[in-house]
């Protein structure tokens, strides 16, 4: 064994070990602000009156209050459902877009392609460039979107507009950062070749690199429509239609069984974007991304 | 053979499935916008503006609207701003945002243990009557093995359909019902945390052990290693690739650790919610703001492992 390959594993087992040390640290803090504090019985006796309904979701509505005119529970849950689709292909519709300029802005791929004349120049405004770039995709992914959706509340009120940017906002910010090192770490050697042998950046850029990248960006933002479902069902907390807020009245109003057939349909939707979008990643790649 | 360009555009290599996912994806965007309540009158208006105006207003630091901004002629400095913020950090702040890191990295380390043991029953080269060999193996086919084949297939079904289902749930979900439940402590804020990331985690391993170069694996079994042994000889070998993903988990950790304290956990989320219950604007962005620069942190923290590992 060569010292370089001992070097290594020293290195996994440090970063290994100051994982593990932190985590008995975290432990250790919350421990003191007695923030571990086991729970009492009565209330996993309420967790566990909440998971004896797993395996008969309500069909029906089982209170006998239920609002005059209200729809079949089975529509409102398709309702619901169709809302949280709805939330989330619209944020998305516009979070793709905007990151792709973004995410174009912040590669440093495309200043760095070597080349013949005027290219110094390029070289030079580069920075000037994708540091701004970069700059607003981690102000806009460095806050949560339930963060950004309760300072749309408190400014303009969280209509469903709102509802759409506050999810978009940073998604956007996600999206550009991946997209920019997605481009940036692509492999550069056929668009070197072509710059060689004439071609301007522009060319060498949209051919040789772009290409080349663009598959993973695709698999990436298949990836982020299932978070943005996720995103969208947990904004219903907050007051849009989405699955959430239906899952905390029920709550609410221990309604377990109910409760059950909401969770379940956000589980089968996210379960059919899934397999969905793991269908179309092995068309281009065959492996999750995982970030 | 020569083509000409019109003859190759013709002839190139089409996929029904991702026409058709794209012609979907085209008709689900129009549908989703022409079926909601969309419409930018729902962010301005008479009444939005002035609110929004009040709210832009009502930003900055308490003192600094006190002494009327920071135009010319007002007695708010940079002092002002330090000591507003210095007296919020130690009426609460720092204890949230310590509070909000040490449940991050406790929920990341809980769903790094359940998820990387989780996926070895969960990827199907191990859990088969003979395991690492990759593809249907030979030793599998035995008729005698008929029912340990079904009692592994039932076990790695299982395993995998409970990871499904624990990261099918959105964390703040998780974190919702358990804290509802259990009280209001760190306690269930971590369960959930940790409970929605093992399940990614531990489909991510599962395919990392799918994915790995059969031969070594192959080898130990054919000596006669079991599978504990020798999944224990081929776990360094994936852990560069583990810690990655590790980490990328951690990165979301620390960003909903701010979130779940809305729900009453101490963290950053809880003052955010009582500033936002007392309507006051400034603490809410300064808690905010704290919030994203505990992102940032736990981001650069997490880039720098990364180059480690990568380089290891």
């Known amino acids: 064994m060569s010292s370089a390959t ?46 004896s309904h797993a395996l008969r979701p309500a069909l029906d509505y089982g209170s006998p209050f239920v609002p005059v005119g209200a729809p079949p529970l089975l529509l409102q849950v398709a309702t619901a459902t169709w809302r949280t689709v709805q939330l989330a ?43 701004p770039a970069r700059v607003v995709m981690t102000l806009a992914r460095s806050v949560h979107e339930l963060l950004w959706a309760l300072l749309f509340l408190a400014a303009v009120g969280l209509s469903d507009t709102a509802a759409v940017l506050a999810i978009a906002i940073p998604y956007a910010g996600t999206l ?43 698999a990436y933002s298949f990836y ?50 899934d397999m969905a979008s793991r269908a179309l990643r092995q068309r281009f790649l065959g492996e999750t991304p995982a970030r | 053979m020569k083509m000409s360009a019109e003859e190759l555009r013709r002839t190139r290599p089409r996929s029904r499935l991702l026409r058709t996912a794209a012609w979907a994806t085209a008709a689900l965007v129009v549908f989703s916008w022409m079926g909601g309540d969309f419409g930018l009158e729902q962010l301005s208006g008479e009444r939005r503006l002035a609110n929004l105006e009040r709210f832009t207003g009502e930003l900055r630091p308490w003192p600094v609207q006190q002494q009327g901004g920071f135009d010319a002629g007002s007695t708010a400095d940079w002092q002002t701003v330090y000591d507003w913020a210095a007296a919020l950090m130690a009426d609460g ?31 199907r080269n191990v859990a088969r009557p003979a395991p690492f060999f990759g593809g249907p193996g030979v030793a599998d086919r035995r008729p005698g093995l008929r029912w340990a084949r079904w009692a592994w297939s039932v076990l790695n079904h299982s395993v995998r359909a409970l990871l499904l289902f624990a990261r099918a749930v959105p964390e703040y979900l998780w974190a919702f019902l358990l804290v509802e439940s259990l009280g209001y402590t760190a306690l269930p804020a971590v369960l959930a945390l940790a409970l929605h990331n093992a399940g990614i985690l531990g489909r991510l391993g599962a395919e990392t052990v799918e994915n790995m170069p059969p031969a070594p694996a192959r080898a130990l079994a054919a000596a006669g290693a079991s599978r504990s042994q020798t999944a224990a000889a081929v776990f360094p070998g994936l852990l560069p690739r583990l810690l990655l993903y590790f980490f990328y988990r951690w990165e979301t950790c620390v960003r ?57």
């Open chain 1, 6 to 51: 001992d070097s290594r594993a020293g290195t996994r087992r440090a970063v290994v070990g100051a994982i593990a040390a932190a985590g008995l640290a975290s432990a250790a803090l919350l421990s003191a602000q007695g923030q571990l504090a086991l729970p009492g019985l009565d209330s996993l006796e309420l967790l566990a009156r909440f998971f």
């Open chain 1, 89 to 131: 292909v619209a944020a998305m519709s516009l979070a793709v877009p905007v990151a792709l300029l973004l995410g174009f802005a912040g590669a440093s791929a495309w200043w760095r392609l070597p080349g013949p004349g005027g290219r110094a120049v390029l070289r030079r405004l580069g920075p000037l460039v994708y540091a």
């Open chain 1, 176 to 218: 550009g950062k991946v997209f920019s090192e997605m481009i940036d770490e692509a492999p550069r050697d056929a668009a070197v070749q072509l710059t060689g042998s004439g071609a301007t950046a522009a060319q060498a850029f949209s051919v040789a690199l772009l290409p080349r990248a663009l598959p993973d960006m695709a």
């Open chain 1, 224 to 273: 982020r429509f299932e978070c943005a479902l996720r995103s969208a069902a947990v904004l219903g907390f907050f007051g849009p239609e989405t699955l959430g807020k239906f899952i905390r009245l029920a709550w609410n109003e221990s309604l377990y069984a109910e409760l059950w057939t909401y969770l379940y349909a956000l589980f089968a939707l996210i379960a059919v974007s």
């Open chain 2, 93 to 123: 702040g720092s204890t949230a945002l310590a509070s909000t890191a040490a449940i991050a990295v406790l929920a990341s380390v809980l769903a790094a243990l359940v998820g990387y043991l989780a996926c070895w029953p969960a990827a």
């Open chain 2, 256 to 312: 909903e650790a701010t979130v779940l304290g809305m729900l009453g956990v101490l963290s950053l989320g809880s003052l955010i919610r009582d500033a936002r219950a007392g309507n006051l604007y400034d603490e809410l962005f300064f808690y905010v703001l704290l919030g994203a620069l505990l992102v940032l942190a736990g981001d650069l923290l997490s880039a720098l492992a990364r180059g480690l590992v990568r380089r290891a």
